[in-house]
């Protein structure tokens, strides 16, 4: 059976949004195709937490009966298990949810149902998003992670189980696993994209994450979840003027990957203005103020799970993060805060200057193995400092896998971002 | 009866802590001692929306056998009814809610029993904080609306049923309800304290809020929901160099309000270091900014309810902000933001210049009828620079009604707010 099956490929969710408007395709048509391609692969890839298929295909049915209801309408999305659901039970990667079922849906969640979407299931995420993986495995190798925490969401879509997936990114939770499992991710600019309902671990920097196949189909569920008419990212503007940063930590990169990267900035330097950009703010500083933050506040996150659980966390997560956390005072806290806030202000003119910076978005491949997700390296300062990224997949793979370049731009420049990726995506 | 009744007056959490610690008073006395005056007069306050004194007494006296576990060992704590408690109903002021029960505790609600804190029961508030108000009413007036939307909370306090208690705040819902009802009032810093579990409104403005007798109770509170060591605020610094900031919109305050608030400017004046400081920002453009990210956002908040409940949310709320906040689009949603940003890195230096500045907490005293929680006027600027303040009772009364004094200084100067604080504390 396995090799009949397709090679792992995204879906387009705008094509597949038009072919329902147009009534080329049904939801429910698109639903059993999907199940079809769980059905074969979730046995390996394991990305789903829940799924009910006769739910599912009976939600699709009333989809087509229904008259259009917004940019969604009949397409099927995946939620990262740390996000809630009023209908499907919402784990948060740890045993102490195992029978957990919200009373309402996460915001996110409901704006997918209003604008038509169809909530196919839940996804595996690490335990609270932060570290110690689920059972997922990269569809692309069975052998490698596909990255984290939003594990299940960059494995369904890379696999095409699903057309559009809901995660959430801390520090590289979408990008990371986007990259891996070769899929458009996109972190939206801090606080810019309703985030009630997702369970929260550093509120200075969680936000929720979208995973597709293409930048356009990323563009129409980000306007889904703004409640916003629907902006076609445009590929076709002028010269782009781009800044290739390649972090102060470029050393780190495995060398395979690096070179796949530096001959994307090489053809984009003949199409684009492109010139080498350095971080205006010292990284080292900028990170330890980023883990002062995240370890201070997941502490305060989880008080009632500390409280009442405590031996149902993981001992990675009690002796690292939340260990780490616990040594780190108030004033020390408010201090690395405005450290912080300070380094937003000091990079604002940076992003100014060109219409948008890319970067690695990963420091290699998805590794052998799945007991780590990755590193967050070159996540970090664009999360940090609360800007929008997008994580584009390389037409070229690496040791045949995925590889994708992060696009970077300014603090609510989110639709910039989608135009430049789009340009990007049409050039290489 | 009721003319045997001591008068409304708030109780001394500190000293109370100290007797406990002591050996000089038991949990479980406490308690039935809030539990009388409770049953006095909750019928004519209607502060709560759910308290068990069966249960109240028996977690009084596990407290009783149990060793000292922190800060608030002992102490009986009043939750505002949209934070979550796992052990009691959580009915965010919506019929939506009526039989809803959270899964787990909030953070702040997990940190106060950690520190040995008891939940006496839930308070009363506004519809999801906002502004279609509850039944309660003035402790110390009747006729009078305690101010909201953290109106059970302010009341509690206030008539001395419970020492503290934990409100919100996304404009003036703590430090108002704190003027009307005689007691401290605590905002603090945005987003330096947990906030996880809490009910969101408005993301960008939501804080917990703190409730009184004492700067110094209010202190032991803070320090319990920071996991921190007890930082007693200290009213024996040098001379304060304090602005006094009547704001843009002095003119709209009540007049024996701004009299009582002139008189207590002048006594400052005799033995601090005063001058008049105006806001270094528009407080128009201000204000404009923060009521659109607000409604834009509550929008967003209650995605779920909107989508599933829509006829059970108040026509306040439906053709008020939820609308309003409908017909803003996401750029100018996102320059509101920029706006917003920019103002608080203008004031930054202004904050600097001073030790604290006192303002106004409320346009006047409590008004009459319990229709309308009041105006957020003089609370607006100061969460929307996301600073800390502090509403302090002046000794003398307007019509027989407190009076706040705001005390305010820059972000994360939470300590210092404090120190401020009890330093007028002890002059006025």
């Known amino acids: 059976m ?9 879906l387009d969710a705008l094509a597949l949004a038009r072919a329902i408007e147009a009534g080329t395709l049904t939801c429910e048509a698109l639903v059993r195709r999907l199940l079809e391609r769980i059905e074969a692969r979730e046995g390996d890839v394991k990305a789903w937490t829940h799924i009910d298929p006769g739910a599912a295909l009976d939600a699709a049915r009333t989809l087509d009966r229904t008259p259009r209801q917004g940019l969604l309408h009949g397409l099927p999305v995946g939620i990262k298990d740390v996000i809630d ?39 595996v995420t690490a335990e609270f998003a932060h570290r110690v993986p689920g059972e997922t495995r990269n569809p692309h190798d069975l052998a490698r992670t596909p990255g984290g925490s939003s594990s299940g969401s960059g ?16 520090t590289g939770s979408t990008i990371r696993p986007a990259s891996y499992c070769g899929v458009v991710g996109y972190r939206p ?25 293409t930048v356009a189909s990323c563009a129409l569920l980000r306007d889904a979840l703004l409640e916003a008419p629907f902006t076609l990212p445009r590929g076709d503007g002028g010269r782009l003027r781009i800044g290739v940063c390649r972090t102060a930590r470029w050393d780190e990169m495995e060398p395979a990957t690096a070179d796949a990267l530096e001959a994307a900035f090489a053809r984009l330097g003949v199409v684009a203005e492109v010139r080498d950009v350095a971080l205006p703010v010292d990284m080292s500083r900028l990170a330890k103020a980023q883990r002062t933050v995240s370890a201070y506040e997941i502490v305060r996150s989880l008080a009632s799970e500390r409280r009442t659980h405590y031996h149902l966390l993981s001992e990675d997560l009690r002796n690292g993060r939340l260990a780490e956390g616990q040594r780190i005072d108030h004033t020390t806290y408010v201090a690395a ?9 000091a990079s604002a003119d940076w992003f100014d200057a060109v219409d948008c910076v890319v970067a690695p978005a990963a420091k290699g491949i998805a590794s052998l193995g799945i007991a780590s997700t990755g590193a967050s390296t070159y996540c970090l300062p664009w999360t940090a400092l609360h800007v929008p990224a997008l994580s584009l997949p390389l037409p070229e793979r690496v040791e045949g896998m995925p ?17 430049c990726a789009q340009w990007i995506a049409d050039r290489l």
Do not use: C, W
């Open 85 to 123: 659901t009023a209908d499907m039970p919402t784990r948060y990667g740890s045993p102490i949810y195992a029978n957990h079922q919200p009373a309402i849906d996460a915001a996110p969640v409901a704006a997918v149902r209003a604008a038509g979407g169809l909530i196919l299931g839940k996804h």
């Open 155 to 170: 494995a369904a879509v890379g696999d095409g189980m699903v057309p559009l997936a809901i995660g959430t990114q801390t």
């Open 2 to 10: 396995t090799a009949t099956l397709a090679r792992p490929e995204p």
């Open 403 to 419: 590889v994708g370049l992060q696009v970077v731009a300014g603090r609510g420049r989110d639709l910039a971002l989608f135009d």
């Open 189 to 213: 600019t801090f606080g810019i994209m309703g985030i009630v309902g997702v369970k929260p671990s550093s509120p200075s920097f969680d936000t929720v994450g979208l995973f597709a196949g």
């Open 337 to 345: 805060l405005a450290d912080l806030e300070a380094a937003r202000a």
